[in-house]
């Protein structure tokens, strides 16, 4: 069973719209990461959020920490068509040498 | 920027033959993976391999194996390929392990036929 789970599995939204994907994980955690992967690309990281943080920011992303519910959440204002792509959320059961992907959410940015 | 090089794109091969994807980094990490993503997108580790250290998932099987000269390379080895092996294969490094962010290459897409 994955340890890291976002949802929802699908979004599509318009340019300029806000949107916001969640992520549930089972462990306890050093620190969760969201990844986001384009087609034909690798994934690459978007935002590290370590267990003692609950919010962070990079650029027109957030990304939100909540350890008691084991929750996180990625927001993106302002979306473009760019930004259509995987959102995976990441995390280290602690102690552990491996970073766990959730599933990942398909998110669609139509113009 | 590309840090994380991958060849070859892809591959198409017949069941039983031997391949083998190559990926370096020039990032100076100390730490590189491999991972293999199926068609929903789904990621699943399987090899660490740091200071020449190699750490495996035990649910990888027997047919595959990581071969590394130095610590910017970490080649993958799938001997007598099997459907199920179709998929993108994912290299990544990081600085340590565990939280560190993680520097992933383009993929290798394989086929087999």
């Known amino acids: 069973s994955q340890l890291a789970e976002e949802n929802p599995w699908a979004l599509s939204v318009h340019e300029g719209e806000s949107v916001t994907v969640n992520c549930s994980y089972k462990t306890s955690i050093t620190a969760l990461q969201w990844y986001r992967q384009k087609s034909g690309e690798g994934p690459a990281q978007l935002i590290l959020i370590r267990s003692n943080e609950r919010e962070k920011r990079n650029g027109r992303l957030r990304a939100t920490l909540d350890t008691s519910s084991q929750s996180s959440s990625l927001s993106i204002t302002a979306t473009r068509c760019e930004d259509t792509a995987v959102y995976f959320c990441a995390t280290d059961s602690s102690g552990s040498w491996q970073l766990i992907f959730g599933s990942g959410t398909q998110l669609t940015v139509m113009p | 920027e590309t840090a994380v090089f991958q060849t070859p794109n892809y591959h198409v091969t017949q069941v039983g033959n031997e391949v083998s994807f190559n990926c370096k980094q020039t990032?100076?990490?100390?730490?590189m993976y491999w991972y293999k993503q199926d068609s929903k997108k789904l990621l699943k580790i399987m090899f660490s391999y740091n200071n020449k250290q190699l750490i495996v998932n035990e649910t990888v099987p027997r047919r595959f194996s990581p071969q590394s000269s130095d610590k910017a390379h970490l080649n993958l080895r799938i001997k007598s390929v099997e459907p199920e092996d179709s998929a993108v294969y994912l290299c990544?490094?990081?600085?340590?392990?565990?939280?560190?962010?993680?520097?992933f290459g383009p993929g290798t897409r394989l086929l087999v036929l």
């Open positions: 990544a490094s990081s600085a340590g392990t565990g939280v560190d962010t993680q520097y």
């Open positions: 990032l100076g990490h100390d730490t």
